[in-house]
């Protein structure tokens, strides 16, 4: 599919209008960009004084994801999250919810219509599909949604059952525990921003042998995830049968429903999971481990696939 690539350093490709102007030109008002980090000043206490430092800040910003076929167009949802990889998250975002396949994406790219102001350029992203609008209404529930919990609402085990089917599990590969003991180790080494800033979740993709392909990360965990399916997704990776699933914080059962979606059986967490999530991976034949610390974790669903 033809879309707009991420550039190397993280930053989706898009020309920012200039403020120069040429000979016969008016100059153009420059937009600024919303980095991953922002710069603050803050006071640190110490040793009974205060003393006044920079700090980086996790950057939270909106970003609209839009759906646009021929001259139709709809929002979808409105989410809080970090700038970065956006075209991967909507695409994620998309994808899990039912929306769109790869085959069903034209382009992705910011949005310019004349309704968003420039200020907000870089913070609405419309997806082109090919054919007409799908029908929408599982997700009016997604219309807002908030970086710290995800959507407001929670869709039923019945309505996951008519879109999933249980993961094979012929073709599993065992993931051995100290496989699982060395993840949470690489997702933290891998977290960038999480290092500056302290302030971020993170989803990580493996190989059944532990080795890293690809982190992302988000003041929302739903985002995050959705930014590393996307990834999957743009770059022709989906399902992601035989691999795991790292991530920061507790598992939900959004969580588990976006890994599901994305065929990925094993799923860990350094939290404890929700009892939907838990649910969720027996029903549907997934993995799921629990408080994966200092070489211990809890095993809730699926011990068949950890190997001895």
């Known amino acids: 599919m033809s879309r707009h690539l991420p550039a190397r350093n993280g930053a989706d490709v898009e020309n920012a209008p200039s403020s120069e102007a040429g000979p016969g030109f008016e100059a153009v008002e420059v937009v600024r960009r919303p980095g991953p980090t922002t710069r603050a000043r803050v006071g640190q206490m110490r040793a009974g004084t205060i003393h006044e430092r920079r700090d980086d800040l996790a950057t939270e910003e909106p970003l609209e994801i839009r759906i646009q076929a021929g001259e139709e167009r709809r929002t979808v949802a409105i989410t809080m999250r970090t700038p970065g990889h956006d075209f991967e998250l909507a695409a994620g975002f998309l994808y899990g919810e039912g929306v769109a396949a790869p085959a069903d994406i034209a382009s992705i790219a910011y949005c310019t219509d004349e309704d968003v102001p420039p200020e907000a350029r870089y913070n609405t992203v419309t997806v082109r599909l090919r054919g007409g609008l799908p029908d929408l209404p599982s997700l009016d529930r997604h219309f807002m949604t908030s970086s710290a919990c995800g959507v407001c609402g929670t869709a039923s085990l019945d309505a996951l059952r008519g879109r999933c089917s249980p993961l094979p599990g012929q073709e599993d590969v065992p993931v051995s525990p100290e496989v ?32 890293p392909l690809a982190v992302r990360e988000d003041v929302g965990r739903h985002n995050a995830l959705d930014k590393l399916v996307g990834w999957a997704m743009m770059t022709g990776r989906l399902p992601l049968g035989g691999h795991v699933l790292m991530v920061s914080g507790r598992t939900s059962y959004e969580i588990m429903q976006k890994a599901l979606t994305a065929g990925l059986p094993v799923v860990c967490a350094v939290s404890a999971p929700s009892s939907l999530a838990v649910d969720l991976a027996r029903e549907f034949g997934m993995t799921l481990v629990g408080f994966l610390r200092e070489e211990r974790f809890n095993v809730y669903a699926g011990a068949h696939r950890i190997g001895r």
């Open 180 to 211: 699982l003991y060395r993840l949470p180790g690489r997702l933290r080494s891998a977290q960038g921003i999480f290092g500056k800033t302290g302030g971020l979740h993170a989803a990580g993709l493996f190989t059944a042998g532990g080795e």
